[in-house]
């Protein structure tokens, strides 16, 4: 079967690094998104990845490696407004997207 | 500014009404989606659409339709509500090409069904 499997919840403090990880097993690959979304909100894109590597984008980065079924998503400077889920979804071989269950980011001052 | 909208952010229903869940973009998107997100899992797919008319099967459609008469609205109705039915219900749309692109996704309806 398809699987995406992220930590549940994270705790990280203000000012702080973390880093969000996300393996996948699915039947073929076709990219890698990250969306964030904040309680009681709809979910929003943040990054895409189709090739192994590292996309910067500001705050967040956002890696991929094909070959270990792996990416993660690493936030910088920490701020209160990045608590939130953060959402892992991978695009099959048959151009379905795969949803991960979510992590749940909890700032703390 | 790209705008998927819902029809309600919170609506409570009883068992076995029939319920309309309504979903409009204005990006002129080809495809559009309804997902249904409980505690614990991921989005789960129930129904999406890649053109007018069209309307696909996703992994939960049991106990919902869908319509799509224009693009840019796509409509989710549950037949005969039911208590497992209550959930967040999320529609999102994107340009075509499969799901290569961004998803856009409207604010949300909390369904309660009593």
């Known amino acids: 079967g398809q699987n995406i499997d992220q930590p549940t919840e994270m705790t990280a403090t203000e000012g702080a690094i973390v880093q969000i990880n996300c393996t996948y097993q699915?039947?073929?690959?076709?990219?890698l998104f990250w969306y964030q979304q904040h309680a009681g909100e709809a979910p929003t894109f943040l990054s895409y990845?189709?090739l192994d590597g590292l996309e910067e984008k500001g705050r967040f980065s956002s890696f991929l490696s094909r070959s270990k079924g792996y990416s993660y998503l690493l936030l910088k400077e920490l701020q209160m407004k990045d608590s939130a889920s953060y959402l892992c979804?991978?695009?099959?071989?048959?151009?379905?997207?795969?949803w991960g269950a979510g992590t749940k980011l909890i700032i703390k001052p | 500014d790209v705008k998927v909208t819902q029809s309600s952010r919170y609506l409570v229903k009883r068992t076995g009404e029939k319920v309309f869940l309504e979903c409009v973009q204005d990006m002129d998107h080809e495809n559009m989606f309804w997902y249904r997100q409980d505690p614990g899992l991921g989005l789960r797919l129930i129904y999406f659409?890649?053109?007018?008319?069209?309307?696909e099967k996703g992994d939960i459609p049991e106990g919902y339709s869908v319509s799509r008469e224009k693009k840019e609205r796509f409509s989710l109705i549950l037949e005969s509500a039911s208590t497992n039915q209550t959930s967040m219900y999320l529609c999102a749309s994107s340009p075509s090409g499969g799901n290569s692109y961004e998803q856009y996704f409207g604010p949300g309806t909390r369904l309660t069904v009593t």
């Open positions: 659409s890649y053109d007018v008319k069209m309307k």
């Open positions: 979804a991978v695009t099959d071989s048959n151009y379905q997207l795969i």
């Open positions: 990845n189709v």
């Open positions: 699915t039947s073929g690959f076709n990219g």
